[in-house]
């Protein structure tokens, strides 16, 4: 690696102000599972590297407001395994489970991943069909963004220089809802997903009927997706198999993917539609269960 300096702030203020002391040479460490990994190949090269892992308060999960509110620095293995998100976001936990492997899981912090966009990453998925919000705190103040807003491409966010995430808010799921996140792997658990899928499916009190779908695909785009095309299929409708494949060819019009060596992309379009299916499959039949 080249040289740079290393700094480690205590408090948020604090941190904010070594980055505008430092401008475009500063860049954020936290779990460093990508940033050192990045570094190593001289892909980024900062002249100072400012450590959030002594910053007070950003380690927190919390209920709010119908809400869960986790912090940056909450690890994923720490979301995994949070009582409060396997009570009130079961979904939300076991997509984490399925990061990679526990090595990597005690590293990696929520905060970090958001801004580092890699759109193969499993939790965005997820979030995004949660409906989360994005905090972000800069020298201007705070401000808040949904998550679909706050990637806007291949490893490019809405953050701004200087600005940093502080905390992810995640809606609660209405009564009468099933969700589910499915990935197809390739090869390893520690492999990026070929296609990786987040479905919640919302029923009408009959209990059959579908009030509302979300939808969300990672790994076949430049940013992680919403399948909205293929969302507006479903309010009203019962369970079928005609409707799944419907739901499935749809959503393929929404993808963008990249051929490597997880598949092609003709291959990860296809996948997409077979794997839309199985999750919307999979968030309905929870959702029955759940009235």
């Known amino acids: 690696m080249n040289a740079f300096e290393y700094r480690a702030p205590r408090g948020l203020d604090e941190a904010l102000a070594v980055l505008r002391e430092h401008g475009e040479e500063a860049r954020v460490v936290?779990?460093?599972?990508?940033?050192?990994?990045?570094?190593?190949q001289h892909l980024v090269r900062p002249g100072?590297?400012?450590?959030?892992?002594?910053?007070?308060?950003?380690?927190?999960?919390?209920a709010t407001n119908g809400a869960l509110r986790l912090g940056a620095l909450v690890t994923h293995r720490e979301a995994e395994v949070s009582p409060l998100v396997r009570e009130r976001l079961p979904v939300l936990a076991e997509t984490f489970r399925r990061v990679a492997t526990v090595r990597i899981r005690h590293m990696a912090t929520?905060?970090?991943?958001?801004?580092?966009?890699?759109?193969?990453?499993?939790?965005p998925v997820t979030l995004l069909a949660l409906g989360a919000r994005v905090e972000i705190r800069g020298a201007r103040g705070h401000r808040e963004l949904p998550l679909g807003e706050f990637f806007r491409d291949y490893y490019e966010t809405a953050l701004e220089p200087g600005e940093l995430v502080t905390a992810v808010t995640v809606p609660?799921?209405?009564?009468?809802?099933?969700?589910?996140?499915?990935?197809?792997?390739?090869?390893?658990?520690?492999?990026?997903?070929?296609?990786?899928?987040?479905?919640i499916v919302t029923l009408e009190p009959d209990g059959e009927r579908c009030r509302e779908a979300?939808?969300?695909?990672?790994?076949?785009?430049?940013?992680?997706?919403?399948?909205?095309?293929?969302?507006?299929?479903l309010p009203g409708q019962r369970l079928s198999e005609s409707l799944l494949q419907a739901a499935g060819e749809a959503v393929k019009g929404a993808v963008d993917p990249l051929s490597d060596h997880r598949g092609s992309a003709a291959y990860k379009r296809e996948m997409t539609g077979v794997m839309v299916g199985r999750a919307l499959s999979q968030a309905w039949e929870a959702a029955r269960g759940a009235r």
């Open 30 to 40: 936290a779990g460093g599972t990508a940033l050192v990994t990045m570094m190593r």
């Open 48 to 62: 100072c590297l400012v450590s959030l892992r002594d910053v007070q308060g950003l380690n927190r999960i919390e």
């Open 110 to 123: 929520i905060g970090g991943a958001l801004a580092h966009a890699d759109p193969n990453q499993d939790p």
């Open 172 to 199: 609660l799921l209405p009564v009468a809802s099933g969700a589910t996140f499915l990935k197809f792997l390739p090869r390893t658990a520690d492999d990026y997903a070929t296609v990786a899928v987040a479905a």
């Open 214 to 233: 979300r939808i969300a695909l990672g790994s076949v785009g430049m940013t992680p997706l919403r399948g909205r095309v293929a969302e507006a299929l």
